[in-house]
């Protein structure tokens, strides 16, 4: 989920700040961001709406971080 990271970095974010928006442990959040545990849709969205960005722009689907209406 090299994405999250990106846009997190971008804005000059902690995991611990990113973590509590999709109310998780920063430990957690940081296995999600390498890759090494999954994220559920609910996260996923509240990310999503975070960054103002489409689901599937975050899971790599599409380069088209505009999300659909």
Do not use: C
């Not at 509590?20 to 999954?38: F, H, P, R």
């Not at 994220?39 to 709406?49: F, P, R, T």
């Not at 689901?55 to 209406?69: A, F, N, V």
């Amino acid at each position: 989920m090299y994405r999250i990271r990106d846009l997190r970095e971008d804005r000059d974010l902690s995991q611990k700040a990113i973590a509590e928006v999709i109310k998780t442990t920063q430990l957690q959040y940081s296995k999600i961001e390498l890759g090494k545990a999954d994220i559920s849709g609910e996260k996923l969205i509240l990310l999503a709406k975070f960054y103002r960005v489409s689901t599937d722009y975050l899971l790599g689907i599409t380069d088209d971080p505009t999300p659909s209406r």
